[in-house]
């Protein structure tokens, strides 16, 4: 049984971590991959739309933090079965789904044929991109074997590479092999080989045995996001995220009962690029928290741009997501609840 000091990574079964330490890789390899798919730049000036559920989606979200105000035109997430009212032949649709048969998107893909919309996929294949190759609709391949929330390198870099097609955003392309490589050395010093006090490592003890709050501002507000969704697939465990200011009007006065509810902890993610009085916002609040968290932690995001810093607080979290369950005795594989719902809603 392993103990908060201790790390089995022989409860990772299907190497997990591994997908993880890969991302430099994947970040790569993404742009080599929508470039094989020939997609053409498309004039949206209605926008462009990431349609996608779970880890596909979480691209777009990313993509959107990445990007930041350098956006020129809307970039959106849908999240569901259907697009925006707004959608039509002025808006560029990235469908991306890990699996291709992901029952919303496939809808949103329908949806978007309806309306005229320029389509484009991201997918390892299924109905998608059948439906993809029938309408001539050009397709990201991405690599199979993964869990799709390992995939998250394909995810940003499609969803990056389709803001810029469709005129939302300038290529991002050397951000993105900056990305890559400042990952793989962040990958060596969090890594499973790292000491027992490297970052990760840490934070995973710190957090052992609490329900996690994280929050950030900005680009780190993305991230956080995906802290929470890392924490409830690779984990199993509850996790909650929070966006900088917005929370300053409302989630802040929880934190004086807090105690009496649960053992909570929490996370702030900062950027160093965001607006002064974000960062000060950052700061003003951990130290609010401190009345119902514990432990308050402040993590700093790396790198020099954007993209970089971004993808630091990505890597840093899947590592951190992973190490919590494995100190908790978890594959972190296994999504039971998922897993038991798409049963549920494929009978009905």
Same mark, same amino acid.
């Not at 027992?196 to 507000?221: C, F, M, N, Q, W």
């Given at each position: 049984?392993?103990?908060?000091?201790?790390?089995?990574?022989?409860?990772?079964?299907?190497?997990?971590?591994?997908?993880?330490?890969?991302?430099?890789?994947?970040?790569?390899?993404?742009?080599?991959?929508?470039?094989?798919?020939?997609?053409?730049?498309?004039?949206?000036?209605?926008?462009?739309?990431?349609?996608?559920?779970?880890?596909?989606?979480?691209?777009?979200?990313?993509?959107?933090?990445?990007?930041?105000?350098?956006?020129?035109?809307?970039?959106?997430?849908?999240?569901?079965?259907?697009?925006?009212?707004?959608?039509?032949?002025?808006?560029?649709?990235?469908?991306?789904?890990?699996?291709?048969?992901?029952?919303?998107?496939?809808?949103?893909?329908?949806?978007?044929?309806?309306?005229?919309?320029?389509?484009?996929?991201?997918?390892?294949?299924?109905?998608?991109?059948?439906?993809?190759?029938?309408?001539?609709?050009?397709?990201?391949?991405?690599?199979?074997?993964?869990?799709?929330?390992?995939?998250?390198?394909?995810?940003?870099?499609?969803?990056?590479?389709?803001?810029?097609?469709?005129?939302?955003?300038?290529?991002?392309?050397?951000?993105?092999? *900056?990305?890559?490589?400042?990952?793989?050395?962040?990958?060596?010093?969090?890594?499973?080989?790292?000491?027992?006090?490297?970052?990760?490592?840490?934070?995973?003890?710190?957090?052992?045995?609490?329900?996690?709050?994280?929050?950030?501002?900005?680009?780190?507000?993305?991230?956080?996001?995906?802290?929470?969704?890392?924490?409830?697939?690779?984990?199993?465990?509850?996790?909650?995220?929070?966006?900088?200011?917005?929370?300053?009007?409302?989630?802040?006065?929880?934190?004086?009962?807090?105690?009496?509810?649960?053992?909570?902890?929490?996370?702030?993610?900062?950027?160093?690029? *965001?607006?002064?009085?974000?960062?000060?916002?950052?700061?003003?609040?951990?130290?609010?928290?401190?009345?119902?968290?514990?432990?308050?932690?402040?993590?700093?995001?790396?790198?020099?741009?954007?993209?970089?810093?971004?993808?630091?607080?990505?890597?840093?979290?899947?590592?951190?997501?992973?190490?919590?369950?494995?100190?908790?005795?978890?594959?972190?594989?296994?999504?039971?609840?998922?897993?038991?719902?798409?049963?549920?809603?494929?009978?009905?």
């Amino acid at each position: 049984m392993t103990t908060a000091l201790d790390f089995d990574f022989g409860l990772d079964t299907t190497g997990q971590l591994d997908e993880v330490l890969g991302l430099s890789e994947h970040l790569r390899d993404a742009l080599w991959r929508v470039d094989s798919s020939q997609a053409r730049p498309v004039d949206a000036t209605g926008g462009v739309i990431i349609s996608g559920m779970g880890g596909s989606a979480s691209g777009g979200r990313l993509a959107q933090g990445a990007i930041g105000p350098r956006m020129q035109r809307p970039l959106v997430v849908a999240d569901g079965y259907a697009l925006p009212g707004w959608a039509g032949p002025s808006t560029l649709v990235l469908h991306s789904s890990y699996s291709g048969t992901t029952e919303e998107t496939l809808s949103a893909y329908d949806d978007a044929s309806e309306r005229g919309a320029p389509r484009l996929v991201a997918s390892t294949g299924g109905e998608l991109v059948e439906r993809a190759r029938r309408d001539n609709v050009p397709v990201i391949p991405i690599p199979g074997g993964f869990q799709p929330r390992a995939a998250i390198g394909y995810a940003l870099v499609s969803a990056l590479e389709a803001a810029a097609l469709g005129g939302a955003a300038p290529s991002l392309r050397d951000e993105i092999e *900056a990305a890559a490589d400042l990952a793989e050395t962040l990958a060596v010093e969090w890594g499973p080989g790292s000491g027992a006090d490297s970052e990760a490592k840490a934070i995973a003890r710190a957090l052992h045995g609490t329900v996690p709050v994280i929050a950030g501002a900005e680009l780190a507000a993305a991230a956080a996001y995906r802290w929470k969704c890392q924490f409830n697939e690779n984990a199993q465990l509850p996790a909650f995220a929070s966006t900088v200011p917005e929370m300053n009007h409302n989630e802040v006065v929880g934190w004086e009962s807090a105690r009496e509810l649960g053992r909570f902890s929490y996370v702030s993610l900062e950027d160093p690029g *965001a607006h002064e009085r974000n960062l000060l916002r950052s700061e003003l609040v951990a130290e609010i928290a401190e009345a119902g968290a514990t432990p308050v932690l402040r993590v700093k995001a790396r790198g020099e741009t954007r993209v970089e810093r971004l993808v630091s607080l990505v890597l840093l979290g899947d590592l951190v997501s992973i190490y919590a369950a494995v100190l908790r005795g978890a594959d972190p594989v296994d999504i039971p609840a998922i897993d038991s719902l798409k049963a549920s809603l494929s009978s009905r």
